[in-house]
């Protein structure tokens, strides 16, 4: 089960808003698509829907063109789509059976999953009575209760509190263990760390960074450095060329090294001058950190 996109090339009018995008997604995977506001993720996620149609390029499922071998896909818009004067149950069940799924399957379907979702006392309130994150649960059911093989969630936990987040990341971790593949757009680098193996970075419809993220982040070195003491360590950092502007606060300093052997020279230092140190940690950029830099601050 694998999604293959190859140099998507999307104009509109004298604007190309997509200069040759290309991702493979693997069954059992997430695949990250970031990018800032206007980046082109919709219009990548819409053309492989076949919502948009795109200038160059080919979007293949299992080798072959995707229209030709359409998977069955549960996609979750940006932009929600559910009806809010409807029944929650009818409007489920109706999702489901455009979806091919018998009537009795998609009434058991959707209570199952309301009850997985914990808001099975919801099934006959019209969506307008929910609060905006049941509303959100309802949505993401409706892009699942078909059990679709490809699965495309563009920001799936907006308006979700941290309880119903956990809620959500369980749902995520279990279809991808079913064997699901997963397009995963969002702003909230945290949840694209948790899924995400390959990672696409967009900005202003051309990939920034894209491939596998643990080698993504190697490639970036182990340059952020944590150190915490006791001691006001202001002075031994100046003096080895830290400006003190980089303590965070009374008792911990997070500083960017030129390189992963500074880190080592300045730890020798700090021993023998004595000075005690509670933590000493060298680690990774965040994929945030990677984001800023390739995009800017989006959030
Ligand atoms: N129908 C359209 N006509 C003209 N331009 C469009 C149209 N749809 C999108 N665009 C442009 O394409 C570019 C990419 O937009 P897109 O919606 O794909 O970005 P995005 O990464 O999903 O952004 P966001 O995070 O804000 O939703 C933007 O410059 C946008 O203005």
Redesign the pocket.
């Known amino acids: 089960m694998t999604l293959e996109v190859k140099n998507l090339v999307k104009n509109?009018g004298e604007?190309t808003?997509l200069h040759g995008i290309s991702l493979t997604a693997n069954s059992g995977k997430a695949f990250g698509l970031l990018?800032g506001?206007?980046?082109?993720?919709?219009?990548t996620i819409r053309s492989i829907l076949g919502l948009v149609d795109y200038d160059a390029g080919d979007v293949h499922w299992n080798g072959i063109p995707i229209l030709a071998n359409r998977p069955s896909i549960g996609y979750l818009p940006?932009e929600r789509g559910l009806y809010p004067k409807e029944k929650v149950s009818e409007q489920l069940v109706y999702f489901a059976r455009l979806e091919g799924m018998d009537r009795v399957s998609a009434i058991k379907a959707m209570r199952d999953w309301l009850k997985r979702l914990g808001i099975e006392e919801h099934e006959h309130k019209r969506v307008e009575q929910l609060s905006k994150g049941n509303q959100q649960k309802v949505q993401i059911i409706s892009s699942l209760i078909h059990d679709p093989e490809l699965v495309i969630l563009d920001e799936p936990f907006s308006g979700l509190d941290p309880v119903n987040s956990e809620m959500l990341a369980s749902v995520v971790k279990e279809q991808l263990s079913k064997g699901k593949t997963m397009i995963f757009s969002s702003h909230q680098m945290g949840h694209v760390e948790q899924f995400c193996e390959e990672i696409c970075i967009?900005k202003k419809?051309r990939m920034m960074v894209s491939g596998n993220l643990m080698d993504i982040k190697k490639s970036y070195g182990r340059r952020n450095l944590v150190l915490r003491s006791e001691n006001d360590l202001n002075p031994h950092l100046a003096a080895f060329g830290f400006n003190q502007g980089e303590s965070q606060n009374a008792h911990e300093w997070q500083l960017t090294l030129e390189h992963e052997e500074q880190g080592n020279e300045l730890l020798q230092r700090l021993a023998s001058q004595g000075i005690d140190l509670l933590k000493f940690e060298i680690k990774e950029p965040t994929l945030h950190e990677i984001f800023i830099e390739k995009v800017g601050d989006v959030s």
């Open positions: 509109y604007t808003v990018g506001n206007g980046a082109g993720k919709t219009t940006e967009l419809g």
